[in-house]
């Protein structure tokens, strides 16, 4: 059984869903398109999280295209890896779809995903040539020059970047007492010890140099005892 968090950005709020089945359908996703077991992947994570805006481009693409689309890879939790160190894939945004079908088959969806311009990156087919990526990142990089990389994630904040920076340091001891997507003072606090440890300024923001300590030491590093899950 899974638990999910949807992140309501018009609203700015987290809604929880508890107990759901591998085979039920994501909420706001569009009727049977995409099941929790399908947005999950590889993940052998309990709790998952994405977003109602990454749902709503699903749906348009699913639209657009007018059939099935396979999923190879969605959710990642940041300790399991499988990706890049500033992957939208660990906030619960992005797909890699269309893996064992046809060029012009994922050419489709390359196009389809392109024409709803709902999506925040829609990778080169250059760049992925046996699946297409799109993901709804947000936000603004806190690492400037570079259109990927999460925001900066300060106290009052409440989204799933937060949870990814919750994630982080609970995989690396510096336990937030919680895993909500809310940067309450528990996270603060175990974020300033971790700026302290990285020989960072303990300001308990997390922006780029703050990201780029946390996300190299964390990234695949596997399970440990102190995650929340």
């Known amino acids: 059984?899974?638990?999910?968090?949807?992140?309501?950005?018009?609203?700015?709020?987290?809604?929880?869903?508890?107990?759901?089945?591998?085979?039920d359908p994501m909420p706001y996703s569009y009727g049977s398109t995409l099941s929790v077991r399908e947005f999950r992947g590889s993940s052998n994570a309990r709790v998952l999280w994405t977003t109602t805006r990454a749902m709503e481009a699903w749906n348009l693409t699913r639209r657009r295209y007018g059939a099935g689309i396979p999923v190879g890879y969605a959710f990642k939790r940041i300790w399991e890896g499988g990706h890049g160190t500033a992957s939208q894939h660990y906030a619960g945004v992005a797909f890699d779809v269309g893996q064992g079908t046809s060029r012009a088959i994922?050419?489709?969806?390359?196009?389809?995903?392109?024409?709803?311009?709902?999506?925040?990156?829609?990778?080169?087919?250059?760049?992925?040539?046996t699946w297409v990526h799109f993901d709804r990142r947000y936000g603004t990089p806190a690492c400037t020059?570079?259109?990927?990389?999460?925001?900066?994630?300060?106290?009052g904040?409440?989204?799933?970047?937060?949870?990814?920076?919750q994630d982080a340091l609970n995989a690396l001891g510096y336990s937030t007492k919680t895993l909500d997507g809310a940067f309450?003072?528990?996270t603060y606090d175990a974020l300033r010890a971790a700026q302290r440890?990285?020989?960072?300024?303990?300001?308990?923001?997390?922006?780029?140099?703050?990201?780029k300590k946390l996300t190299s030491a964390v990234v695949g590093i596997g399970r440990t005892k102190t995650v929340i899950d």
């Open 145 to 155: 020059g570079t259109t990927s990389g999460y925001p900066t994630c300060r106290r």
């Open 184 to 186: 309450g003072k528990n």
């Open 197 to 211: 440890s990285f020989s960072l300024t303990a300001d308990g923001v997390c922006g780029c140099n703050t990201w």
């Open 1 to 23: 059984m899974a638990k999910l968090y949807v992140y309501d950005s018009y609203e700015n709020r987290m809604l929880v869903y508890n107990n759901l089945n591998e085979n």
């Open 106 to 129: 994922r050419q489709r969806i390359h196009a389809a995903a392109t024409a709803t311009r709902a999506w925040g990156y829609v990778e080169p087919l250059s760049m992925t040539p």
């Open 157 to 165: 904040d409440k989204n799933t970047y937060v949870l990814i920076l």
